[in-house]
């Protein structure tokens, strides 16, 4: 489910890339707990962790928004914000192959993953490849800065390799005790 309007504006999510920029990075892995792990055929990516201290006004926003979606279009019980979110920033070649964004380690997070929520943060004419896409429809998303799109986190989804440039995007998920 696209946004209709932008979440934050180009100035906003400039501030944001910059603090991004500034935070230690981490080449991120694949799976949750002891299956965490570097596989780069399924994932090479670039991130960070913005902490919740950092960016209030930000948090506040977020959470406004994944509210709103799931109030209109998802019903999830129980939501919150109980992860930082994610400064994700994919280089040429980058990608990360299917998969979901629910926590299989139910001891590492009581918490369940329920509602992704994906902002775009660069401007799309920085680079290319890079879509998301959902298997449900097998529909490639290419968003607007700024602009986010929400889904459930059980579904599978997957971003093409960048072919040119670099795509920077913020993921946030919304947990709350386990789907009924």
Known sequence: MLGNEPVFSKEECEQIIKLGNSLPK?????????????????RQTDIAWI?????????????????????????????????????????????YDWHSDSAYDMEQQPL????????????????????????NNKQMYSLKQGYAIFFASFIAHRVLPIKTGTRISMPIWFNGPPLK
């Open 26 to 42: 981490q080449d991120a892995k694949t799976g949750f707990g002891g299956d965490n792990k570097k596989d780069y055929t399924i």
């Open 112 to 135: 369940v993953r329920k509602l992704t929520m994906v902002t775009l943060l660069s401007d799309p004419k920085d680079f290319t490849g890079g879509e998301l896409q959902l298997i």
């Open 51 to 95: 902490p919740f201290k950092r960016m209030p006004k930000m948090y506040g926003r977020l959470l406004e928004w994944g509210l709103r979606f799931n109030n209109n279009y998802f019903g999830f019980d129980g939501l919150q914000l109980a992860e930082p979110a994610q400064f994700t920033q994919y280089s040429q070649r980058h990608h």
